[in-house]
């Protein structure tokens, strides 16, 4: 009996110390001192005991139970003391934990990669503070061309001359540092941040970040950037987007292109985010030019490759039907919670 009793003891003080509220003081209370606690049980089972073993049963029992509401009293004080000096309702339940969540476009930029990295091309990065040579001059960009003036340059000395420091204008630059490291066959994609002096408005940031893909072998068409770019809008934005492409210029692509597709809002159809047109403008692409692939000791006669950029921003206001590129940037929790 004995035994029984102390076991009853234990676990009762045990659970005890984890009570934090009064409600769940009175439930410990009902369970161990309750008309149905085991305790009571005992002390009504006393009687069926051989009498010479009454007396201590039932001294044991008493004592167990007066241990046990002092112990009751003793913790409910302890918990009105924690109130007064808190100045807090320590029953109230607290407020629920809100969780984190990746932003928008830390997320697109993982379903961009996760899209390309099936095909083969693999992420590399560079310097964000680049030199002249790297971000215009090897990329078909001599100085005093005036295809510089497409990129409203930050540089980092007063006047601009080929061995000047700037901030990169595109990632393009870590096409030139990867192919004078690595001999074909090369597939890299180069996401990062890109900077560029623009007024900023619904849609132009002067800080931002794209993807780069660069793909570079023997006999590599015009058709291989075709099939890897219908892929990729498929990907991202469902199985049935066509793809076009049209004429355009970049210094560092010969022939160059503007990579549309078929607007995923009204099916090509025509709505305001396509402009009734049914199609959207997506990213830029183009064959290397041959005259980046001679810059990087690349033979232009045995060796083609196709190069395609995009704004990460653009794609995520495309997915998720955003209409201000500045909201990725205004840390306004109220934007930030709706992407689950």
Sequence with gaps: MQERIDELLAAARAELSQAGSDAALEAWRVAHLGRRSALTGILRSIRDLPPDERRAAGQAANA????????????????????????????????????????????????????????????????????????????????????????????????ARPGDLLLRTHTSPVQARVMEQVR?????????????????????????????????????????????????????????????????????????????????????????????????????AGMVHPTVLANVGYDPEVYQGFAFGMGVERIAMLKYGVTDIRSFYRNDLRFLRQFH
């Design 184 to 284: 074909p066959p090369v597939r890299v994609i180069v996401p990062g941040k890109v900077y560029r002096y623009e007024n900023r408005d619904a849609s132009h940031e002067s800080e931002f970040m794209q993807v780069e893909g660069l793909a570079i072998d023997e006999h590599i068409t015009m058709a291989d950037l075709r099939g890897t770019l219908t892929h990729f809008v498929r990907a991202m934005f469902g199985p049935d987007r066509e793809l076009r492409i049209r004429a355009s210029y970049f210094p560092f692509t010969e022939p160059s292109a503007e990579a549309e597709m078929s607007c995923h809002a009204c099916d090509g159809g025509g709505c305001s985010v396509c402009g009734g047109s049914g199609w959207i403008e997506i990213l830029g």
């Design 64 to 159: 167990a139970r007066q241990s046990l509401e002092e112990a009751l009293a003793a913790h409910r004080d302890s918990l009105s003391r924690r109130e007064d000096e808190s100045g807090a309702d320590v029953t109230m339940p607290g407020y629920p934990v809100r969780l984190g969540r990746l932003h928008p476009l830390t997320r697109t930029l993982r379903e961009i990669r996760a899209v390309l990295a099936p095909l083969g091309f693999r992420a590399v990065s560079g310097p964000e503070v680049e030199w002249d040579r790297y971000n215009f001059e090897l990329l078909n960009i001599p100085a005093d061309h005036p295809a510089r003036d497409m990129w409203d340059t930050f540089h980092l000395q007063q006047q």
